[in-house]
């Protein structure tokens, strides 16, 4: 049974997955049959929503124009939803979708169905790969050895790991399930020793409304940058323009801390779901010598257990390239755990010739660029 959705000047088609479900019980796709105002509130059903796939972050970062949202429901209950970035030249029968840290299928207060996980690859690999001949690309929220990367490992059986970019997402992760008292003692010596000679430095840690306290924030990273003039990937500004857009309880969690009126740190964290990530920091040379970093992460987990946040990923690690970073946060003695491989389906002879050729520019690129800094 398929029947017709008209959304805006665009028709979508929506099927009901019949045979291929539960006995007695029927799925419904829809495709890009749903507003940017719906959304958010359709993400917070989900345990496993993440910032890189809310409308405000594919809206800045891709342009609104290259999205795509599909919904998995089965009697008009929402099971399982996607955010895709959609790379088509000229509006072809070829290109590349992108699911980054998605789909999200793990609905709250329940455990993750492995037959939603299923019949969701499966409309995804339908929509995308079959109907609109693109390569697609899945980038999940899973890491490896967790029961929820066996069930998406499992469901994306169908998916080869043939990803466009080998790098894997790689990250701490803290559970604050227990106590602040276990937490704190769990923590490593050093580290909490400077937790608690911060707390001894007169700093105090601030939070204004999301959008006034980035800006605080955004002046002190820009700040830092011009003095160290470090090699990043991060765009300040666009996750600037991510803030405003996102919906309230969506917005970036941001604290300040302040040595008298003077801020001298200052982080960035995302918290949806049952998850937090902790995204940008900032510190000034006056913030190094007080150790603001150690009060305001300490600050963020405890707000983050106040706020029923079950796990805080510290936001990614390189001890080979960032060796600075990465002593910090094995601080925090977290669960050293990486993604599982991106799942890759194409079909299309002319969409794959297009991932290799973005392959191949994206190697010149890297091979360039370490040129350059050998030079």
Known sequence: MKTLVVSGDRQHESSAMAGDSMA??????????????????????????????????????????????????????????????II???????????????????????ELDPETVRVMATALRHEYVERRGLHLEILPNAFSGSVRAQIFQLAFGQFDHRPISAEKYRTFVLDLSPSLEELREGLDPKWR??????????????????????????RMYTEMWARKRFRTSVDIEEFGQIQERLSGNQQMNVLICLHGQEPVAGIVCSAMGDSAIYLLGATSDNGLKLKGSYLLQWAMIRRMRENGIRYYDLGGIDPVENPGVYSFKSGFCGDDVHHIDSFVACDNGFSAALVKASQFLRGRVRRSRLAATQV
């Not at 917070?44 to 891709?62: E, H, K, L, M, P």
């Not at 088509?88 to 329940?110: F, K, Q």
Request: glycine letters at 8%; proline letters at 3%.
């Open 88 to 110: 088509r030249p000229a509006n072809l029968r070829l290109g590349i979708a992108y699911v980054r840290w998605g789909p999200m299928c793990h609905l709250r207060e329940r």
């Open 24 to 85: 007695g019980n029927a799925y419904q796709i829809e495709v890009d049959n749903v507003t940017e105002s719906q959304w958010p509130e359709l993400m917070s059903r989900f345990d496993d929503a993440n910032i890189y796939q809310t409308w405000s972050y594919g809206a800045v970062r891709w342009q609104e124009e290259n999205l795509s949202h599909l919904i998995l429901k089965r009697n008009s209950d929402v099971l399982a939803m996607a955010q895709l970035r």
């Open 193 to 218: 020793n400077k937790l608690s000679g911060a707390e001894k430095n007169g700093l105090r840690v601030a939070e204004g409304t999301a959008v006034d306290a980035y800006g605080v924030f955004r």
